[in-house]
């Protein structure tokens, strides 16, 4: 799976080039983020800008990336389409992630 990655001081910023996070790449995104990120579990951000769609495997995996990174890191989603942000709100995982509407909103939050 390629993803960009663009790692500054504080923060690594990973944005998956698939269409849709579901179950027949959430496994291997999962480990690739965990391989991009190694050991340096610092904030992380998911930039969303390419994904269109994203189903129960794909919010499974992310709550999984989020429990991994409690206490080491925090993590933010960002440019998340209308269609992605109404499942989150539908399933009340607005209340869990941090969600920001582009990659300079989330880099705000996590460097104020």
Do not use: H, W, Y
Not at 27 to 47: H, M, N, Q, S, W
Not at 94 to 101: H, K, N, S, T
């Amino acid at each position: 799976m390629n993803i960009d990655t663009e790692r500054q001081p504080n923060v690594n910023i990973m944005t998956p080039a698939v269409r849709r996070l579901d179950a027949s790449v959430a496994a291997v995104f999962k480990e690739a983020i965990i391989r991009e990120t190694g050991e340096d579990r610092k904030a992380l951000i998911i930039d969303f800008s390419k994904i269109d769609f994203i189903d129960s495997s794909g919010l499974g995996m992310l709550v999984s990336l989020l429990k991994m990174m409690n206490g080491k890191g925090d993590m933010v989603l960002c440019a998340l389409n209308p269609g992605i942000r109404n499942m989150f709100t539908l399933t009340r995982m607005d209340r869990i992630f941090r969600i920001c509407p582009d990659r300079a909103a989330a880099l705000a939050q996590l460097n104020p």
